[in-house]
């Protein structure tokens, strides 16, 4: 499929705009780091939402006028288990919180990507993917990572070292792999070795011509 040169945004030219998605403990990281190493362009939410809450800058203030000086650490920055603590279980903090922290993460977002120069592969991972942000950020894919619970589960208790129990708990306050995958255009399954992800992410950039220099 060729990559359409239908210019959508200030930052788009002659590129392809995808958004890699997946659940907790799926490899999302892996398929980014490799398109990355491919020649993509990258902009990862997870780093944009640390960066937003950095001290002094306009969502930490915010998020500290909203839940007190507890929630930061003795250096003042954000306390961030302690945050995802307190809105795990309160839907109404939980909600405070996307209010003062979405709009934000989004501005960065654009700012990032128009950063990123000429290319034609960009890619937004967005582990909280909602289906407004097909518009918000004028994408033209979506691709989810998927792995099954169990494999999720023995990644996320091997090199993170979660106990079996907490990784089951933050699995089962995400999304599905069937929700996720009902709102993507390409599966990258990910039950297999490195090889193998990569191998499908190949097949993927060959299909559509992207990443040949």
């Not at 640390?50 to 839940?67: H, I, K, N």
């Not at 977002?109 to 942000?133: S, W």
């Not at 979506?142 to 699995?171: F, H, K, N, Y």
């Amino acid at each position: 499929m060729a990559v359409s040169s239908q210019r959508r945004g200030d930052y788009r030219g002659d590129v392809l705009m995808v958004a890699v998605i997946g659940g907790i403990g799926s490899g999302k990281t892996a398929v980014t780091d490799y398109l990355a190493e491919r020649g993509a362009g990258v902009v990862d939410a997870d780093v944009v939402a640390r960066s937003v809450v950095e001290v002094g800058r306009p969502a930490w203030q915010q998020l500290r006028d909203a839940f007190g000086d507890g929630v930061l650490a003795p250096d003042r920055t954000l306390d961030r288990a302690l945050v995802a603590e307190i809105v795990f279980n309160d839907p109404s903090a939980l909600r405070r919180l996307n209010r003062i922290t979405h709009g934000a993460i989004g501005i960065e977002i654009v700012a990032q990507l128009e950063a990123l120069g000429p290319r034609d592969l960009a890619v937004i991972a967005l582990p909280l993917y909602r289906k407004e942000h097909r518009e918000i950020f004028k994408l033209d894919e979506v691709w989810c990572v998927d792995a099954p619970v169990d494999v999720a589960i023995a990644r996320l208790t091997g090199p993170r070292a979660l106990s079996e129990a907490d990784a089951r708990a933050r699995i089962a306050a995400q999304p599905t792999n069937d929700e996720r995958l009902a709102v993507a255009d390409v599966a990258l399954h990910n039950a297999g070795t490195l090889e193998d992800l990569h191998r499908r992410i190949d097949e993927i950039l060959d299909e559509r011509g992207l990443l040949r220099g």
